[in-house]
């Protein structure tokens, strides 16, 4: 299956989160991601997995799931086409 997103080097400092996204360098402030994330302590922001599809992060100490489109501000709109039953 081809990953969403390719998603690698990780890392969460100053109260911001580093990652790169398909080869692209992002850089994000918890306080505009996520209230949990931005309350949350350092402990429990560095503890993060990623989706094996490059979907998304998930903070499990926290249960805090973050879509990597979310982060990106992709849209997605309802499909137009009807699937016949």
Same mark, same amino acid.
């Given at each position: ?10 890392? %969460?400092? !100053?109260?911001?989160? #580093?990652?790169?996204?398909? =080869? ?7 306080? @505009? +991601? /996520? ?9 429990? %922001?560095? !503890?993060?997995?990623? #989706?094996?599809?490059?979907? =998304? ?7 805090? @799931? +973050? /879509? ?15 699937? #016949?039953?």
């Amino acid at each position: 299956m081809k990953p969403h997103h390719v998603v690698k080097n990780i890392s %969460v400092t !100053n109260r911001k989160l #580093s990652l790169e996204i398909d =080869g692209k360098l992002h850089t994000f402030e918890l306080d @505009d +991601i /996520s209230e949990l994330l931005a309350t949350a302590s350092a402990e429990e %922001v560095a !503890n993060f997995e990623v #989706s094996p599809s490059g979907y =998304g992060i998930h903070w499990p100490l926290i249960n805090e @799931d +973050i /879509s990597i489109d979310g982060l990106l501000g992709v849209q997605h709109s309802p499909s137009s086409e009807r699937k #016949s039953a």
